[in-house]
């Protein structure tokens, strides 16, 4: 069994931490138009965004019997 060794409060105030800064998370969504080769992109915040977008564009391909659109999230 091994024990932990107490430190001290002068051995956590040596030591270096580095604050990395705040990154911004962009996602993509291409949504590409089948019938007539028109694509457009749309840059969002979060993945979550991204899933909303390509939910609704799977919503609009359930109103037709064709796939008309497609989506891409990266």
């Given at each position: 069994m091994?024990?932990?060794?107490?430190?001290?409060?002068?051995?956590?105030?040596?030591?270096v931490?580095?604050?990395?800064?705040?990154?911004?998370?962009?996602v993509t969504?291409?949504?590409?138009?089948?019938?007539?080769?028109?694509?457009?992109?749309?840059?969002?915040?979060?993945?979550?965004q991204?899933?909303?977008?390509?939910?609704a564009?799977?919503?609009?391909?359930?109103i037709?019997?064709?796939?008309?659109?497609?989506?891409?999230?990266?």
């Amino acid at each position: 069994m091994t024990t932990k060794r107490k430190i001290g409060v002068e051995e956590i105030e040596a030591q270096v931490a580095l604050e990395l800064p705040d990154r911004e998370l962009m996602v993509t969504v291409a949504i590409f138009d089948l019938a007539n080769g028109n694509s457009t992109t749309i840059a969002v915040a979060t993945l979550s965004q991204a899933f909303l977008i390509a939910s609704a564009v799977g919503q609009i391909n359930g109103i037709t019997s064709v796939d008309i659109f497609t989506v891409s999230v990266f």
